[in-house]
């Protein structure tokens, strides 16, 4: 094979099939509780705008009912593949790994069903679905694409007081998915920077891609008729975390801030709420009513309204409503809840950890906070809320700073990483077949 052939191997279209493997978590699965957040939401976007520009989906998740059916169109041209791996229900994510096989097994048996070459190129998500795909690809010669979403040794380092540490385990298991993936997507630069520095990830095989938000549901609207729907005063002072409520995303910080402002100043005890909208996660199982009972400890059980995991457009109504939306996590690789917020107008006070800092824009969309003493959170949070003139300055810059956070750019950043990845696997295929 001649130079000029191998060149013209290296022009790859992009794929016309994609396997994505999502094992320890369904995109069907309602964000905000469980094991169920920011990538669910990832991997449901994107897999409809890759339908969308003629990119067959099929989604690769363990089936957790015996009710499910095998499979699922989620939307036009993404199918939802359920794999039967050990017990329907109650196996925590801790205890997959011990299904991998079965799972590969299960993925194995449905691509084999298929004529041969079905898929062009495998994307996972998580470790757990990379040790996966790293099987899959070397059976069936395709590239494998890797979305980490968050990574072992970060969680580690910036790990929440009382927060159980990641294994070892996996640890291991991300490494090797590192270094057996052709192409890695990273969140931002700084996730990237980790990819390389904490992994060991060629850099010239790490690409940078944002996740987006909805642009048409997520958007500026109508203040007082959010609040009414969601039964909130129409002068109310209105903080809201959204997300999983465990020690890594810290909405113990908000409420510990939010008993240090009604100790500052005691007559926003008649305006103040402090919505929390998700459900117990991860580590946060193990302690439900922890939340809760810390509300009650600080005297501000009152002004706490917990509401459960809610679906898109209520959670429209919940951004527009408030003051200020409120991320303290101790590590995030994005925070599609930041982008969210900001989209409909509403400044974000966030930890400056991580993707954060990309995806607030301090001064500008909301302000970074560094460390998380809820003093400090107490003092951004009130700067806002005692400023009507700040708020609107910082309202008007989150929605500027979320449009640049759109889908179809994610979905176009990932046509072209998965072009990438094909075309150095045909450079590779052609390079091996010239003879010595």
């Avoid at 499910?68 to 801790?94: C, D, N, S, W, Y």
């Avoid at 997300?243 to 995303?249: A, E, N, V």
């Avoid at 809760?292 to 459960?308: K, T």
Wanted: proline share 6%.
């Amino acid at each position: 094979m001649t130079m000029s052939s191998i060149l013209t191997a290296r022009r790859s279209p992009r794929p016309r099939r994609v396997a994505v493997l999502s094992i320890h978590t369904s995109p069907l699965d309602q964000p905000g509780t469980g094991d169920a957040g920011g990538m669910n939401v990832y991997i449901v976007e994107t897999a409809r705008r890759l339908a969308e520009s003629g990119v067959e989906v099929e989604i690769f998740t363990r089936g957790t009912s015996s009710s499910l059916p095998p499979t699922v169109e989620m939307a036009p041209g993404v199918t939802v593949r359920h794999i039967t791996a050990g017990p329907f229900e109650g196996l925590l994510k801790q205890d997959l790994p011990g299904q991998l096989c079965a799972v590969t097994a299960g993925v194995m048996r449905a691509e084999a069903a298929r004529p041969e070459g079905w898929f062009d190129l495998i994307h996972s998500h998580y470790w757990l679905s990379g040790q996966v795909g790293w099987l899959a690809s070397e059976r069936w010669n395709v590239p494998l694409v890797h979305s980490m979403h968050t990574m072992a040794k970060v969680k580690n380092r910036d790990l929440a007081e009382g927060d159980a540490p990641e294994p070892t385990m996996r640890l291991i298991g991300e490494e090797q998915v590192v270094a057996a993936s052709d192409r890695l997507i990273a969140n931002t630069d700084d996730e990237a920077h980790e990819l390389v520095d904490l992994y060991g990830a060629d850099p010239h095989r790490v690409d940078v891609v944002h996740p987006g938000v909805d642009l048409d549901l997520f958007s500026p609207g109508d203040v007082a008729g959010a609040r009414r729907r969601r039964g909130l005063a129409e002068d109310a002072v209105v903080l809201l975390f959204v997300g999983r409520i465990q020690p890594l995303k810290a909405p113990d910080v908000l409420v510990r801030a939010a008993a240090e402002m009604v100790a500052r100043d005691p007559s926003l005890r008649r305006r103040l709420v402090v919505v929390v909208c998700g459900g117990p996660s991860g580590s946060g199982l193990s302690q439900p009513t922890a939340l809760i009972d810390l509300a009650r400890e600080l005297g501000i059980a009152d002004l706490v309204r917990f509401e459960p995991p809610s679906d898109r457009a209520t959670l429209v109504d919940w951004y527009r409503a408030a003051d200020v939306a409120v991320v303290p996590s101790h590590s995030e690789s994005f925070g599609l809840v930041a982008v969210e917020a900001q989209a409909c107008g509403t400044p974000v006070v966030a930890a400056a950890v991580g993707g954060l800092r990309t995806a607030v824009a301090d001064h500008v969309s909301g302000l970074l906070v560094h460390g998380h003493d809820p003093r400090d959170f107490a003092t951004a949070i009130t700067s806002i809320t005692a400023q009507p003139r700040l708020r609107g300055e910082l309202s008007a810059g989150a929605h500027m700073h979320a449009a640049a956070f759109g889908w179809s750019s994610t979905t176009a950043g990932l046509l072209n990483s998965y072009s990438a990845a094909m075309a150095n696997a045909a450079v590779g295929t052609a390079v091996a077949a010239v003879p010595s």
